[in-house]
Nanobody, 124 residues
Framework: QVQLVESGGGLVQAGGSLRLSCAAS????????MGWYRQAPGKQREVVAS???????NYADSVKGRFTISRDNAKNTVNLQMNTLKPEDTAVYYC??????????????????WGQGTQVTVSS
């Protein structure tokens, strides 16, 4: 079983910074793409940023230049540094990871896992 455990959410004033962290644990062969999503009240979950195992990154237009995603492959962790936060960044943030599990005959089965979510609230 794979678990993603997030930390680092909280309450911050507009213009402030927060750093989210997520660690993958359990039994698996590989951790491929990792990412952060968010869901604000009454809205659909949206991708914020993603990073491949080779550290290629992608960002939502709304966070480009303010958020930075990074990962440590040795520790199976992914971080999201959020700067210049705005009230519209308020949401529950979820870590996600595509994890590979070894199966017989050399097959690697990939599955998507989610963290439990961490609240980020930005006050104006």
């Amino acid at each position: 079983q794979v678990q993603l455990v997030e930390s680092g959410g909280g309450l911050v004033q507009a213009g402030g910074s927060l750093r989210l962290s997520c660690a993958a644990s359990g039994s698996f062969f590989s951790v491929n793409e990792m990412g952060w999503y968010r869901q604000a009240p009454g809205k659909q979950r949206e991708v914020v940023a993603s990073i491949t195992s080779g550290s290629v990154t992608n960002y939502a237009d709304s966070v480009k230049g303010r958020f930075t995603i990074s990962r440590d492959n040795a520790k199976n962790t992914v971080n999201l540094q959020m700067n210049t936060l705005k009230p519209e960044d308020t949401a529950v943030y979820y870590c996600a990871a595509e994890v590979g599990a070894a199966r017989p005959m050399g097959v690697i089965l990939t599955s998507l896992y989610w963290g439990q979510g961490t609240q980020v609230t930005v006050s104006s």
